[in-house]
């Protein structure tokens, strides 16, 4: 039996694992933390990565996830629709909607659809190597058929692949994440304003998701981060003033947005793939990094149980690179285009927008690409 090597036990990570077991491969998990603990937010999966999860055998549960419902779009800071669609029409056009679930609870789904002994937490995964499919460890050697770096953004194996590549960069803007009780009916939508963003999500249980971008020096730190999210926020529409003081003293999360600007030459080198955000780390603002993560652990699977190592990983770089490459543009565009700050290219930017929302379902080709994605057969 083939055996496969995973490094990480995060959503890409663990979805290439599920993913290789059913293809009929062996696969050990390392992850380097010493478990699987209930961190992060929730999540945007669009219907591209329920459909790959459906393909994976988690249709019941994909189905049991809340969607978007009523009008979704793009606000400004004083409330005024620039686009609406009802959130429903993605449903209709592409077969699901955009849904939400906590991360640790898609994290722990995948799990437990692994048999059991795959994962080995407390694991540092040092070095691969592409030639042989071993992998160094603090707890001795791997060998493996296939190893996938699915290491995260600051990813070592990606360093040691590709040591010419810049890595990371800062993508000028900070973000705040929350999930919040509810204090009334809230509809989707993110508000833009001079280079700030709020987006808030409710999740079908009596919380809403929030999230928040400034554009700011990297490095920063608030005292009290749902002080400093009132600061830049406070004056904006409602619900927005009244989202921020439902949030707990220490529930708002704060981190830097990098991504990595210039693509890889592939995404595999020898014996070892490179997946999620250890291939093509993006902004957020399309909502598709672990989305594009899910992807590739389902085109990953299907390729190498097809034509091999080999063959297989040369047809997952062939056919995954273009795609995630054309994803983490178009979000890196729009992350400049919602975070713009100077007045006049903000009323541009506005006026502009607001006219797509009188295209109707035109409007929803944009995000076509995206979202009519189907796993390989």
Known sequence: MAHAVVIGAGIGGLTAAVALTRKGWSVTVLEQAPSIEPVG???ALAPNALRALEHLGLGDEVRALPGLRGEVGIRRSDGRWLVRVPGEAAAARYGHPVALIMRPDLVDLLARR???GSLRTGVRAESADPATGTVTTTAGPFEADLVVAADGIRSRIRGALFPRHPGPAYAGVTSWRMVVPAPGPVQAAESWGHGRIFGVAPMGDGRV???ATAAVPPGGRAPDERAELARLFGDWHDPIPALIAAAGPDSVLRHDLYCLDRPLPAYHRGR???LGDAAHAMTPH?????CQAIEDAVVLAARVAAGGVTAGLAAY????LPRATRIARRSRSLGRLSGLRATP???LRDTVTSWTSRLGPLALRQ???LFRWAPPA
């Open 367 to 369: 995000i076509d690409e």
């Open 41 to 43: 937010l929730a999540l």
């Open 114 to 116: 692994l048999p059991p």
């Open 317 to 320: 770089t062939a056919e995954r």
């Open 345 to 347: 290219l903000v009323a």
């Open 286 to 290: 399309l909502g598709q990094g672990a």
């Open 209 to 211: 998701y929030c999230y």
């Open 272 to 274: 070892v793939a490179l």
